[in-house]
């Protein structure tokens, strides 16, 4: 009886201790992290939870801290926890102005299992995610179980922070690059683990031009969808999408809305694909170009990491809102290498975004327009260094598309008749003498024609309404984003 008690004693005064015993426990804490999916249960290490980074608030439903594992509900919140927390501060580091709220909420909230269907989304407020149960695998498949597919949806609501002005403008262009810039956010998460750094340099033996975990997007997902289309879109297994491809560009109104998952269509989640795989091209010519100066292969690709992260998260910053968002984004990481990195990159970037067609040819500079002369606004975004200015003059114009077309082709589409936003911000470069060398001033035939193709794409695809099935919703006469996947 002595013993039991004294044993009772023991255990209720540890309760309180701290020291050795409290050490001893720590294990208890970890978080089982699922560095990729459950389609890598290899790739799973026992991390410390993270701390939250300033500002940026979170929560996540059902988060608790470690100690479970990771396909139980607690572990899954935590696995979301970390993906966040990691992310959030890894684009911190990029963003050449802090970020410390979310663009409409103060707290985002998380929501790891937010019922059945094989899905997840960002709608200003949350970030959901789904689940579904799949007959081959013979399982529940959870998206929120999936890196790519959290960081994915984090993208959206960071992009979001950084660019507010894209949410609801009518921009086939501004919708892929959302999705584009989201599934960058997804390597760069995976990227910054050093356990996956390793894995896909053994997995490659050093050629990041060989398919990889880091470049294969929701595996998992990617596989469930396969299941029940059993390829018949084109899909093949493996993954939900690839940032190694060989997609060139073309206009996204020119092309078809929907096409075979092998071919390129207007579709956001289709044409994000094109500035993805650009984007990947300008990763692994960062690496090569690292390792052919002497670089080991690990510094190579995470010093690449940092530089195609910094760059593509300063091009979005400095890119003006327009009709042709990826030629913008591509000048404004170019004018970026060139007026704070002393061009150190110019190269590859110019042989990147050539060969995939992005690049569109510089406008023959007609305005006498200089640096001294430009009559600035309050806020105009401006990059300036020895090397000259660039400025991006900020406009989003509202219109009713009725107002602009002929009658004869507003027939059988209500959306011409709604008060939508468009893209016209302006894009102006200065060399070191004040004049002009570039400039991206759309005229308002383009950009008609463009919200014009858009709101064809809504309407032929029912994507506007009250439910949580679509992705836009008509609030006040106007045409607003509800949420994005």
Known sequence: MFDWFQNFLDWFYGLFSSGEKAEARKEDLYIQYLMNDPTTPELMVEVVPPNPPKGMDFLVQNYVGGGYPWDHSKGRAANCYVTMAQTIKQIQRYSPRPLQRWAATNTLLVVPQAGRQLNAYYDRRHLKFFYAYDREMRKDVYTSDSVDIVAH??????????????????????????????????????????????????????????????????????????????????????????????????????????????????????????????????????????????????????????????????????????????????????????????????????????????LRPKARVLSNLTWQGLNLKNDDDVMKSDHGWVVRSKKIETLKLSDHLEARTLVNNPLFNVEIEVPRDSYFEFDANGNLVDQIQESTEEVVNAARACLVQLDTQGQVGDGEDTMFAIVDGKLVRTHIE
């Open 153 to 358: 949806e984090l993208g959206h609501a960071l992009l979001d922070t950084m660019r507010p002005d894209l949410w609801s403008v009518q921009s086939l262009e501004g919708w892929g690059f959302h999705e584009a810039y989201s599934d960058v956010n997804a390597i760069l998460a995976l990227l910054g683990n050093d356990e996956i750094v390793n894995h896909v340099l053994k997995e490659t033996e050093n050629d990041l031009r060989k398919h990889n975990v880091v470049s294969k997007l929701a595996e998992e997902m990617g596989d469930a969808i396969y299941n029940i289309t059993r390829g018949r879109d084109g899909r093949k297994p493996g993954a939900l999408r690839n940032a190694i491809n060989n997609f060139k560009y073309t206009e996204p109104e020119k092309l078809p809305q929907n096409a075979p998952h092998d071919k390129l269509a207007g579709e956001c989640h289709s044409f994000g694909r094109l500035f993805l795989g650009a984007w990947y091209d300008f990763l692994v010519a960062l690496y090569e170009h690292k390792r052919a100066r002497g670089k080991t292969p690990k510094t190579a690709l995470k010093e690449a990491r940092d530089v195609a992260g910094l760059y593509i998260v300063r091009g979005l910053s400095h890119a003006p809102a327009c009709v042709r968002y990826y030629n913008a984004v591509a000048r404004a990481m170019m004018a970026y290498d060139k007026t704070k990195c002393h061009s150190r990159y110019q190269k590859i970037l110019q042989e990147v975004f050539t060969k995939r067609g992005i």
